[in-house]
């Protein structure tokens, strides 16, 4: 063991005191056998209690088939719900939309091999899947690979229910460093039936894997859609265009906002209105170990942090981290070269200047994505990540252990704020809200079961929700993967809430 990896566990038990105060025994942990995960929680009540219950996407090892890769949990007892199934990993985090029209969120959520599948939210009966909505032979579509993360558009098909725009790309059997790749491109499906409506491909003609976001431009009315394009070994460009050049098949015109010569982008972006202009910004992550603000006007850079010998595959974090009025933004990038990646290296980045405020190195890189909430009621967040780390058992044989921290920017301290679980967590985001509306926070997160195995791990995983005592002291807005809204949009409070 290194002096890192010493210096990691000594940090875990000093603080393991910390957390025995903080939960109800309403809490409940629940383990799932041969499975494994990559999405992040979704939360909605499903079952009509009162209390939200949780969803997540899951698998076995690619291209198998699994009859549970599509999992809901009640949220008050952790009892499963009920399941789907898929022909490969479901990897997505879910969009929650009510399709039927009987006041219950459905779910539409996709993964690997072309799964895209719609799947209601009361009975987990499925209302749709891709490949057996569409004929995938009819002239004009797509090669279908897979599918991120979608985002709701206005209805195109009019048949009374909101559609969704999402990526598609990403082939598997291509070795990683050949540039001749499949474009990718971004889809406009029916959220009713699953059809396609349109799809127009990569203006670079690279491959796609960045989960797109949308959003209104607020001077001419239009939908603006963020994608990027290039992976882990090949180039890409970050883009903005038009929901509407996508109808008409062509993103040929997309303006060009940043770009990467060697590696591209895979993380969403966040969009606030730093600068309170009344346009939404951009904040990206470039997979190689760049962070960039970008005006949302003029699409000129405001600021860029490059973190040397560095690669990035989790979202920014947004959220009041320092006290004053205005939005930083927190990032955790992996040092190393992919697929050769081990430690995390940690930074909070002042929103206005691009200067560094806080660095840290903690824990074994994974790229699920930090959130941001007030644990403490003082009006300035606090980061809460899931944290990786290694220990000892009596045989001096490493084994991987799992955790949450919270990082208190005020007093520079790590806060432990769940038990040390073995396992291990490579992509899932945790959830914090209040499950319940008892006033009181819930966190929620998620990791595999198996100590010794190594980091792609489908042969277990475990659940928790912690019901805490930590009051809710302001409304939360970076607390889940891609934002408490699940859209990758900050709205500021004007004035700040504190």
């Known amino acids: 063991m290194n002096r890192r990896q010493k210096l990691c566990c000594i940090l875990v038990m000093c603080l393991v005191a910390q957390v025995s105060c903080l939960y109800s025994q309403t809490s409940w942990s629940k383990t799932l056998d041969n499975i494994g995960t990559f999405s992040s929680a979704r939360v909605s009540d499903f079952n009509g209690d009162g209390v939200k219950d949780i969803l997540f996407g899951a698998g076995r090892q690619e291209f198998q088939a699994c009859d549970s890769s599509?999992?809901?949990?009640?949220?008050?007892?952790?009892?499963?719900?009920?399941?789907?199934?898929?022909?490969?990993?479901?990897?997505?985090?879910?969009?929650?939309?009510?399709?039927?029209?009987?006041?219950?969120?459905?779910?539409?959520?996709?993964?690997?091999?072309?799964?895209?599948?719609?799947?209601?939210?009361?009975?987990?009966?499925?209302?749709?899947?891709?490949?057996?909505?569409?004929?995938?032979?009819?002239?004009?579509?797509?090669?279908?690979?897979?599918?991120?993360?979608?985002?709701?558009?206005?209805?195109?098909?009019?048949?009374?229910?909101?559609?969704?725009?999402?990526?598609?790309?990403?082939?598997?059997?291509?070795?990683?460093?050949?540039?001749?790749?499949?474009?990718?491109?971004?889809?406009?499906?029916?959220?009713?039936?699953?059809?396609?409506?349109?799809?127009?491909?990569?203006?670079?003609?690279?491959?796609?894997?960045?989960?797109?976001?949308?959003?209104?431009?607020?001077?001419?009315?239009?939908?603006?859609?963020?994608?990027?394009?290039?992976?882990?070994?090949?180039?890409?460009?970050?883009?903005?265009?038009?929901?509407?050049?996508?109808?008409?098949?062509?993103?040929?015109?997309?303006?060009?906002?940043?770009?990467?010569?060697?590696?591209?982008?895979?993380s969403p972006v966040a969009r606030a209105d730093f600068n309170r202009d009344g346009m939404l910004d951009i904040v990206v992550n470039s997979v190689d170990g760049r962070l960039a603000l970008i005006d949302g006007s003029s699409f000129e850079i405001v600021w860029e942090l490059t973190v040397p010998a560095t690669e990035a595959y989790s979202m920014p974090c947004l959220g009041y981290f320092t006290d004053d009025d205005d939005l930083d933004i927190f990032i955790s990038f992996g040092q190393g070269i992919w697929p050769n990646i081990e430690w995390g290296v940690q930074k909070m980045i002042n929103g206005k200047t691009g200067e560094v405020e806080f660095t840290d190195e903690l824990g074994y890189y994974q790229s699920s994505s930090p959130i941001a909430v007030d644990l403490t009621g003082d009006g300035i967040d606090e980061v809460m990540m899931s944290?990786?780390?290694?220990?000892?058992?009596?045989?001096?044989?490493?084994?991987?252990?799992?955790?949450?921290?919270?990082?208190?920017?005020?007093s520079k301290e790590v806060l432990y704020l769940a038990s040390i679980e073995l396992g291990s967590n490579l992509a899932t985001t945790p959830w914090v809200g209040d499950l319940d509306d008892d006033g009181f926070l819930d966190f929620v997160y998620c990791h595999s079961i198996k100590p010794y195995a190594a980091k792609y791990n489908f042969d277990g995983m475990k659940v928790h929700r912690l019901v805490t005592q930590i009051p809710l002291y302001k409304p939360l807005k970076w607390s889940a993967y891609q934002g408490s809204n699940y859209n990758g949009i900050y709205i500021i409070d004007k004035p700040r809430v504190k």
């Open 387 to 410: 944290f990786n780390f290694l220990g000892t058992d009596s045989l001096d044989q490493n084994f991987i252990q799992n955790s949450l921290i919270g990082i208190e920017f005020k």
């Open 70 to 266: 599509i999992v809901a949990f009640d949220g008050l007892s952790g009892d499963v719900l009920w399941t789907g199934s898929s022909i490969d990993q479901i990897f997505g985090s879910a969009l929650l939309i009510d399709i039927d029209g009987d006041t219950v969120d459905d779910v539409i959520i996709g993964g690997r091999s072309g799964e895209l599948i719609a799947m209601n939210g009361r009975s987990g009966e499925e209302i749709w899947r891709y490949y057996n909505a569409n004929d995938l032979e009819a002239d004009g579509m797509p090669k279908i690979f897979n599918f991120y993360n979608p985002q709701l558009i206005p209805d195109q098909d009019a048949d009374g229910v909101k559609d969704l725009i999402v990526s598609n790309g990403g082939d598997v059997m291509v070795k990683p460093y050949d540039p001749n790749r499949p474009a990718g491109c971004l889809m406009v499906i029916s959220g009713k039936t699953g059809k396609y409506i349109a799809h127009a491909p990569m203006p670079d003609g690279k491959e796609i894997y960045m989960s797109v976001t949308v959003s209104e431009n607020m001077l001419n009315d239009k939908l603006e859609i963020i994608f990027g394009t290039g992976g882990e070994t090949i180039g890409g460009n970050l883009y903005m265009d038009y929901l509407s050049n996508v109808l008409k098949g062509d993103l040929s015109g997309a303006k060009v906002l940043h770009s990467s010569e060697s590696k591209g982008y895979i």
